[in-house]
C-alpha cells in the first residue's frame, strides 16, 4: 500500500478502532511510511492494542477475518489475540496483548498527529525486535533521521 493507500485505510478504520481498540497505535512498515521514511509500500497496517481491544475489533470485524486467521506466533512474538483481516481497502493485522521475548510491548512517546511511535520510538522497537528484516528497516530510518 502506498502513503495514500494507508491514509484511506486509516481514516476508514479509525472510528472503529478509537471506539472499541482500547489503546491503539500503528506499528511496522505502515507507520514507518505514515512518519515519511520513502520504503515504497507495505503489505498491510499493523496494529497493536491490547488483548481486550483485539476481541473487540474480531467482533466488529467478523465478515473481514482472513481466511488465515490465527498464525503460528513468530520467533520471538506473541499475542494474546491475533487475526488478520482483508478489509475492502486493505490488508490489516491486529495484534493484542503483544509480547516480544515474553515481555508486553510498550509504545512510549507518540506521534502527536498520528497514531504511530515518535521515530526515535519507531527506531527502539525495531531494534527490540531484532529480526534481520526489522534491523534493516531501523538501518534505513536512521539514516533517514536528521543528526543528533
Given at each position: 500500500?502506498?502513503?495514500?493507500?494507508?491514509?484511506?485505510?486509516?481514516?476508514?478504520l479509525k472510528p472503529d478502532l478509537d471506539a472499541v481498540a482500547m489503546p491503539w497505535a500503528l506499528?511496522?512498515?505502515?507507520?514507518?511510511?505514515?512518519?515519511?521514511?520513502?520504503?515504497?509500500?507495505?503489505?498491510?497496517?499493523?496494529?497493536?492494542?491490547?488483548?481486550?481491544?483485539?476481541?473487540?475489533?474480531?467482533?466488529?470485524?467478523?465478515?473481514?477475518?482472513?481466511?488465515?486467521?490465527?498464525?503460528?506466533?513468530?520467533?520471538?512474538?506473541?499475542?494474546?489475540?491475533?487475526?488478520?483481516?482483508?478489509?475492502?481497502?486493505?490488508?490489516?493485522?491486529?495484534?493484542?496483548?503483544?509480547?516480544?521475548?515474553d515481555a508486553p510491548l510498550v509504545i512510549g512517546a507518540r506521534h502527536a498527529a498520528l497514531p504511530?511511535?515518535?521515530?526515535?520510538?519507531?527506531?527502539?522497537?525495531?531494534?527490540?525486535?531484532?529480526?534481520?528484516?526489522?534491523?534493516?528497516?531501523?538501518?534505513?530510518?536512521?539514516?533517514?533521521?536528521?543528526?543528533?
Amino acid at each position: 500500500m502506498s502513503p495514500d493507500d494507508l491514509l484511506v485505510l486509516l481514516d476508514r478504520l479509525k472510528p472503529d478502532l478509537d471506539a472499541v481498540a482500547m489503546p491503539w497505535a500503528l506499528i511496522g512498515s505502515g507507520a514507518l511510511i505514515l512518519l515519511g521514511l520513502p520504503l515504497g509500500a507495505a503489505n498491510d497496517l499493523d496494529i497493536v492494542t491490547s488483548a481486550e481491544g483485539a476481541g473487540r475489533l474480531r467482533t466488529l470485524w467478523s465478515d473481514w477475518l482472513g481466511s488465515k486467521g490465527d498464525r503460528v506466533p513468530d520467533g520471538p512474538f506473541r499475542s494474546d489475540d491475533f487475526a488478520r483481516y482483508e478489509t475492502p481497502w486493505g490488508s490489516v493485522e491486529v495484534m493484542g496483548g503483544l509480547k516480544v521475548r515474553d515481555a508486553p510491548l510498550v509504545i512510549g512517546a507518540r506521534h502527536a498527529a498520528l497514531p504511530i511511535p515518535t521515530a526515535a520510538e519507531q527506531l527502539r522497537i525495531l531494534r527490540l525486535f531484532g529480526r534481520p528484516k526489522d534491523l534493516a528497516k531501523a538501518a534505513q530510518l536512521e539514516a533517514w533521521l536528521p543528526p543528533g
